[in-house]
């Protein structure tokens, strides 16, 4: 039998739950509207790491583009965390010149990483 303090600590979810939220301009309200929960219920996600049910936690991760791994597989290397799923999510919008002008972004910052300090 599992002892009360192994449980995972939900804090930390709730806090990404809570950027990404408010990131993509979205109140507790509209968020509990569109997956069917109580806007108290995700204000306890959020600020004290209420544990959700499985069906709430793939809603917020699915609805707000949230990556689970950076959570619950923390000594892995995660390949898509929550940043870069996020920038991901607003580079499907940009045009072709706007993917140019990030392409170039890219590839200042390896050739910067490629150059060795003196």
Do not use: C
């Not at 959700?52 to 892995?76: C, G, K, R």
């Amino acid at each position: 039998m599992r002892k009360k303090e192994d449980k995972y600590d939900f804090r930390t979810f709730g806090l990404a739950i809570k950027e990404a939220r408010i990131k993509q301009g979205l109140t507790r309200e509209q968020v509990g509207a569109s997956i069917e929960i109580d806007p108290r219920y995700l204000t306890n996600i959020e600020n004290k790491g209420q544990h959700p049910s499985i069906q709430v936690l793939y809603d917020l991760v699915s609805l707000l583009n949230v990556s689970v791994d950076e959570f619950f597989l923390p000594a892995t290397n995660t390949i898509k965390g929550t940043k870069r799923r996020w920038i991901e999510k607003q580079m499907d919008s940009f045009t072709e010149k706007e993917l140019i002008l990030m392409e170039a972004l890219v590839n200042g910052i390896v050739e910067s990483n490629e150059i060795k300090d003196y």
